[in-house]
């Protein structure tokens, strides 16, 4: 037992190992996703705002012209109305297509179509200003003569746009072009990252899955061979107790009582060797412990009354239980609770079917199990009074849970409550 309780605090160890790498591979494979995701969408991104950019740009030319065609409208109606505000008007009009060309001017440098038509336009327009500025000074200048550099700005004008939007479309082409490269490269790579992590993650996590299996059924192997250790320490237990009341009634001279005690004894040993270690039907349960309390009374010779209720209803089929668990509660109520009783002792066992479980409650009129003794007992300390420990451990191996006993004590009596559920985790 020894041994293998000391694999099993080994295999701790690897197991722990297993669940690290489980944690480190996930985390990788989550990583991953996180990059597979955040690699598009900052291109998307980045695609977005480079089309934005150029939308603006694009803009900006139209806003040159859009200018242009105001500055022409407002000399028009000045040169008709020679009015201050229609005045005022052009200057601004003129004033805002400068404006927009200066705006303009850091993105057409990237293309030498551009930047020299983008000059040629701006020198044109500061002549067209100078001509203006004479009209409007000191008449000098003809209508006929601005309109015919209106009409070489328009074209010029029409040229840069021209140039400008050949330039913006091969420039957004081959960005589109290298960006598709890249999502597409990119995509491929985290993807395969990403399905290695993935694959990765789920070896180790089959892995880990395996080895918690193993540590399980180990675990349940030992509760398996503790439990049969405690039933085989149960027997000689009461063997021993039984023994020391056919002792006891001899050296007191009942040897009849006594040849009673041995006979009823017997049977009961037979019985249980029959039934075998491993679980009895609530039925056998309840034959084996008539045997004892038929012992019991024998011995107890109306000192103390005993009494059985038993209440099956509607269960359908047997229930298989540890054998031998109802007998150690009376017996730990005769020899410890009611061992100074000379008179009107009182042991009443009640056993009652209900939907999920069977409820074994045994009551006694003594004096109480000590509040440090009933601590030990339900924190599995260990102890030299074997019986309820004993009962207990073997009950929270059965059953996979700590809720199937519980006991209240005082100094007018105990009552045990053993909770045999139907069905077993």
């Known amino acids: 037992m020894k041994n293998t309780l000391h694999k099993v605090r080994s295999s ?52 040159i012209i859009g200018s242009y065609d105001d500055s022409k409208a407002a000399f028009l109606t000045y040169s008709r109305s020679r009015n201050e505000d229609d005045l005022l008007a052009f200057q601004n009009a003129n004033a805002s297509i400068f404006s927009e060309l200066d705006n303009s001017e850091h993105s057409m440098k990237a293309d030498r179509n551009c930047i020299m038509m983008y000059r040629i336009v701006y020198q044109m327009l500061e002549h067209r200003q100078e001509l203006m500025q004479e009209y409007v000074s000191y008449g000098r200048v003809s209508i006929s003569e601005i309109e015919e550099l209106n009409f070489q700005i328009e074209r010029n004008l029409n040229l840069l746009t021209t140039y400008y939007i050949d330039y913006v479309s091969v420039r957004f082409s081959q960005y589109a072009t290298h960006i598709k490269r890249v999502l597409i490269v990119g995509n491929i790579v985290l993807v395969v990252i990403t399905i290695i992590a993935f694959m990765l993650n789920t070896t180790i996590y089959r892995d880990f899955m395996r080895t918690r ?91 103390i009354s005993i009494k059985l209720d038993v209440r099956k209803s509607y269960m359908d089929d047997e229930m298989r239980i540890p054998p031998l668990i109802i007998q150690p509660l009376v017996e730990n109520a005769i020899l410890h609770g009611l061992k100074d009783t000379t008179a009107d002792g009182q042991v009443n066992v009640s056993i009652e079917e209900k939907t999920d479980m069977i409820q074994v409650q045994v009551q006694d009129n003594g004096c109480g199990i000590p509040e440090d003794v009933v601590s030990n007992i339900m924190g599995h300390v260990q102890m030299e009074r074997i019986g309820l420990s004993n009962l207990y451990e073997r009950l929270c191996f059965f059953y996979h849970r700590e809720d199937c006993m519980k006991i209240e004590s005082s100094s007018e009596g105990t009552m045990i409550t053993l909770y045999l559920y139907k069905e077993v985790e």
């Open 12 to 63: 701790k160890s690897p197991n722990k190992q297993i669940k690290e790498k489980y944690s480190l591979s996930y985390f990788f494979f989550s990583l991953c996703l996180c990059f597979l995701v955040g690699f598009n969408v900052l291109l998307t991104a980045g695609f977005i705002n480079r089309y934005s950019d150029y939308l603006q740009d694009y803009k900006s030319i139209n806003n």
């Open 213 to 303: 299996l193993e540590n399980e059924k180990q675990k349940r192997h030992i509760a398996e061979a503790r439990m049969h250790e405690l039933q085989m320490q149960m027997n000689p237990h009461f063997l021993f107790n039984t023994l020391s009341l056919v002792i006891r009634n001899i050296q007191m001279g009942e040897g009849d009582t006594a040849i009673r005690l041995v006979k009823a004894t017997s049977q009961l040993l037979r019985k249980s060797i029959a039934v075998g270690n491993d679980t009895i039907t609530i039925d056998e349960e309840l034959e084996l412990l008539e045997k004892y309390l038929f012992v019991q009374k024998i011995h107890c010779k109306g000192r």
